[in-house]
């Protein structure tokens, strides 16, 4: 090991200790870990750590192991020297069920610099400007730079566009305004990594209803002739044109393994973690239609398309047909996307209610229309994301697959799972394979369930799918992607996992920006993540293989100090991770994260 890989490990063990501080006291294992004999298990390319025997505080060798049994059903089997005795409150605990709707919001009283004034010494909004025009009390109020070398100025030939507000600063060699660049000098650059920016003309075109939609208009007349009639689709076909007479963009959609459109964090900096990790498809946020056709500068952010996506798509949502045909014929001339999803398994009640999403899935005249005329308006192909039915006793969507694909849905990826079920129980693979065999001429693919390449097999033998889309699994461990692909068990290393992290963090402050604002949107996104990574059990510490994702991790230590901070369920654990990448945080920070199940508010470290 050279002296900087050195420096860099005892930096983070330092980190890691400084951060422990044990609740509980901590029973000592019976014997050091010894890897697996079996062949599927391939241990890491980094040496693990043995566990370490200098703890901040004392080990207590009288404390008990759970009361529980540790195997019961939903818990995952971790060896028995690893586990830990269960905190109260436990997992199935009612209150630590669904969304914490009363999130903090995060915090706007900074002083932020205004970059027009910055930039031209003048602002045309003159006082009225929400921002500051006073560098002197900005940089009074600057929290202090990070540790560490600018994106931007690395990786764009020693420029950098936030220059003074930029949180890397002090690597601005030299510091002189003249070597810092212009926005618009710098926007080009980035223009290398991400794409799909849609031009400021063509969003304010949208916000003032003034974008032409030519094509859009003749499916509308010819749909509000139709939309009494019980032949909807048969009349719009013939009136529109034949969709197979039409070129279209061909994918190939066989043995792909397809990243899940994930909403809030399924981000471009996430996307690209997953796939350098063996990703074939990635898909963007859900978008909401109406909102991309209103300019709305956040929805049109979901857009953006990183450079080593060579296939990506967009998923939009909408309740009309007109309306997410207006928005299919504004995405085919404005971005660079290999496909569009129309999402139709949404199960959000107030997206339910307004008629999109799953709301779909008991509307099949209108859900027929709607890919009828997205096809008519656009020369990429169109897929629909959806769900088995609307409850458990109405799972009947396999009827309605094949006419789907007759409509023009160059694919269809079927979640095994009701509206009803939302997430819970398993999913259903013997409905997918009812729906590949009703569709045989329609690719289609499974979702749900998937956390192991053993999974990914087995559901793929058993339904006859032409590919995997992997949602909560990528969440919980990106390099899944990897793992069905070779075949095996990765026993990855906390150190492996943390330069994950690294690579995120990267991708985050040149996607979001290295000034505060942009410094907090990364750690916040990370948080997120890390509310699902945390799930994960290190392929070492089980006791059967693989994990399952409806199984829950007992509280257990790793290997290391790192592999049990990472480990925690706490989200005070998470910030304390951020904090090692992304430097301190404020003393009125607070994280919730967006699901109460995915956190507990007493800390195992």
Not at 272 to 286: F, N, P, S, Y
Request: with cysteine; glycine share 6%; aromatic share 8%.
């Amino acid at each position: 090991m050279d002296a900087g890989n050195e420096f860099e490990s005892a930096r983070i063990e330092a980190l890691v200790r400084k951060t422990r501080q044990f609740s509980v006291p901590v029973r000592k294992r019976a014997k050091v870990f010894q890897p697996q004999s079996s062949s599927t298990i391939s241990s890491s390319t980094s040496t693990q750590s043995p566990p370490s025997t200098t703890l901040s505080t004392t080990i207590d060798e009288s404390t008990s192991p759970p009361s529980e049994n540790p195997h019961k059903k939903g818990i995952a089997p971790v060896k028995a020297e690893y586990q830990l005795p269960w905190l109260s409150p436990k997992p199935d605990s009612r209150e630590h069920r669904g969304r914490n709707k009363k999130r903090p919001k995060p915090n706007t009283g900074r002083v932020r610099l205004c970059n027009i004034f910055k930039s031209n010494n003048e602002c045309q909004y003159g006082d009225a400007c929400k921002f500051s025009h006073d560098i002197g009390a900005f940089l009074a109020s600057k929290e202090p730079d990070l540790k560490g070398e600018c994106p931007f100025w690395r990786k764009q030939g020693g420029k950098c566009k936030y220059g003074v507000q930029c949180r890397f600063y002090g690597t601005h060699v030299p510091m002189s305004d003249e070597e810092i660049a212009e926005e618009k000098e710098c926007d080009d650059l980035r223009e290398k990594y991400e794409h799909n920016r849609v031009p400021i003309s063509r969003s304010q075109a949208l916000r003032s209803k003034n974008y032409p939609l030519p094509l859009t208009k003749a499916f509308v007349k010819e749909y509000e002739k139709a939309k009494f009639d019980d032949r909807v689709v048969e009349f719009i076909d013939q009136r529109l044109g034949s969709i197979s007479d039409k070129e279209k963009k061909k994918i190939d959609w066989a043995d792909k393994l397809y990243l899940a459109p994930l909403t809030t964090v399924g981000n471009l900096p996430f996307r690209v973690v997953c796939k350098r990790l063996g990703a074939d498809i990635t898909c963007g946020e859900m978008a909401m239609a109406s909102n991309l056709l209103q300019g709305q500068k956040s929805e049109l952010a979901l857009l953006k398309r990183h450079a080593l996506e060579d296939v990506f798509g967009v998923q939009i949502c909408g309740n009309k047909p007109d309306l997410v045909t207006k928005c299919v014929e504004m995405l085919n001339r404005e971005v660079d996307v290999d496909f569009v999803d129309l999402n139709c398994g949404c199960p959000i009640e107030l997206v339910y209610r307004s008629g999109a999403g799953s709301s779909l899935l008991d509307r099949h005249n209108k859900l027929s229309s709607m890919v009828i005329g997205m096809n008519a308006v656009s020369d990429i192909p169109i897929t629909l994301k959806i769900r088995a039915g609307i409850s458990d006793k109405k799972c009947n969507m396999y009827k309605h697959v094949a006419r789907l694909g007759q409509c023009g849905a160059s694919m269809i990826t079927v979640h095994g799972r009701s509206r009803q079920q939302r997430y819970s129980r398993h999913a259903d693979w013997g409905f997918i394979a009812k729906c590949v065999k009703e569709a045989p001429n329609t690719p289609i693919y499974g979702n749900g369930d998937i956390l192991s390449f053993e999974d990914a097999l087995e559901s793929k033998k058993a339904s006859g799918v032409r590919g995997l889309m992997i949602a909560r699994g990528a969440l919980i461990k990106p390099w899944i992607f990897t793992e069905i692909k070779e075949e095996r068990h990765w026993d990855i290393s906390s150190r492996e996992r943390f330069d994950m992290m690294k690579d995120f963090v990267d991708e985050g402050l040149q996607h979001w920006g290295c000034d505060t604002h942009g410094v907090e949107t990364t750690r916040r996104f990370l948080l997120e993540w890390l509310s699902f990574t945390c799930r994960y059990i290190p392929v070492g510490l089980m006791e059967r293989l693989p994990q399952r994702i409806n199984e829950r991790p007992p509280r257990y230590q790793g290997r290391n100090d790192l592999e049990t901070l990472l480990a925690s369920p706490s989200s005070q654990d998470w910030v304390r991770i951020s904090e090692m990448l992304l430097g301190p945080t404020n003393g009125s920070f607070n994280f919730v994260p967006k699901h109460k199940a995915n956190s507990y508010a007493t800390s195992i470290l």
